[in-house]
């Protein structure tokens, strides 16, 4: 960072206190720029928020109320995708659980992933995320391509009949 000199500091910040479009443009976060997902033609937040080790909390601890402040003040600048995993700890129940308790759940555009081998063990692991996010959960994934044929075919066939 280059140091610069205080009376420059000064005069600049004096300029952005009292010019209204530099204020504006400096200290007012704009809107994220957005992508349309072409099979359902949603809109979406190019960049989301990921949960790893972050919201990995316990839930009686004063992080989980830290993280209730960060979900909140993600959604009222403009956030909308949360990615998450069962590899995450406690990520996707926290996550499920401020945003329920935020009334956040039908604002978040939630992802998670599956990450376990076997048809049955993937299955379930898909519903306990459902379970724990509370939320609909738009982006179901493999995590690291683990067991990737198996879970492929599996999304498949639930996307189909109308499970995801």
Not at 25 to 52: D, Y
Request: with cysteine; glycine share 8%.
């Amino acid at each position: 960072m280059q140091n610069i000199p205080r009376r420059s500091f000064l005069q600049l910040s004096a300029m952005a206190c009292t010019t209204p479009w530099l204020r504006k443009s400096l200290f007012e976060m704009s809107k994220p720029l957005e992508r349309i997902i072409p099979s359902s033609g949603e809109t979406i937040p190019m960049v989301g928020m990921g949960s790893w080790l972050t919201f990995d909390v316990d839930r009686s601890s004063s992080r989980k109320e830290n993280m209730g402040q960060v979900l909140s003040a993600f959604v009222q600048h403009g956030g909308k995708v949360i990615d998450s995993s069962p590899m995450y700890g406690s990520s996707e129940k926290v996550i499920g659980d401020l945003s329920e308790a935020l009334n956040l759940t039908d604002q978040l555009w939630m992802a998670t992933k599956v990450w376990t081998n076997g048809e049955q063990s993937g299955k379930d692991q898909i519903a306990r995320s459902q379970s724990l996010m509370r939320g609909t959960i738009r982006l179901n994934q493999i995590h690291n391509l683990r067991d990737l044929r198996i879970h492929y075919n599996s999304l498949s066939q639930m996307k189909e009949e109308g499970q995801l």
